[in-house]
């Protein structure tokens, strides 16, 4: 069976439908900045988000509270674990006295609960919760948290980030 024809008969499964781009072009183009995060052993490890009463887990309670930096949002699938991780949302923490790693990841559990809140944000916590993971580069440079977070987005294109950093629209040009 076709598993598009599986899809467009099921209705539940269409709800689940997460577009991702993989644009070569735009990850070279990025690369410049990205590759300043390629060392594996500055990145934390798979932290779950939430716990078994669907809370916010003691490892993300536990995170930094002293400075700031990059955080991504993974969805593990249960198939095959230890692969089957989709990155959904890259988002930055800046190291203020108000703000930091910590404060910053554990703000998104209420924030998925509001009504006024963020649709993607709402609609990745309402599908996929339970299959919540992070990963996190700490920094307290914030121009360089910026930065990165920028590029990131620029070049992988998560699903769930609804706005392109620093994107710019031309300005509009006559056809006639």
């Known amino acids: 069976m076709d598993i ?6 099921n209705d539940e499964t269409k709800k689940y439908n997460c577009l991702y781009y993989l644009h070569p072009d735009l990850w070279l183009k990025n690369a410049e900045v990205t590759s ?26 536990n995170l930094p509270g002293d400075c700031g930096g990059i955080y991504l949002f993974f969805i593990q699938g249960a198939s095959l674990p230890f692969c089957e991780r989709y990155l959904a949302y890259v988002g930055r923490a800046q190291y203020t006295e108000t703000e930091s790693l910590r404060s ?50 620029h070049a992988i294109l998560p699903p769930f ?16």
């Open 36 to 61: 300043k995060l390629h060392d594996h052993g500055n990145w934390s490890g798979y932290i779950k988000y939430l716990n078994d009463d669907n809370e916010v887990s003691d490892e993300i309670k």
């Open 104 to 153: 910053r990841v554990k703000s998104y559990l209420p924030e998925s609960k509001k009504i006024t809140g963020r649709t993607r944000i709402v609609r990745l916590f309402k599908y996929w919760k339970e299959h919540l993971y992070i990963r996190y580069y700490q920094s307290q440079d914030n121009e360089f948290i910026k930065q990165c977070e920028s590029a990131l987005i």
């Open 4 to 9: 598009n024809a599986f899809v467009e008969k």
């Open 161 to 176: 980030n609804t706005d392109l950093t620093e994107y710019k629209i031309k300005e509009p040009i006559k056809a006639f």
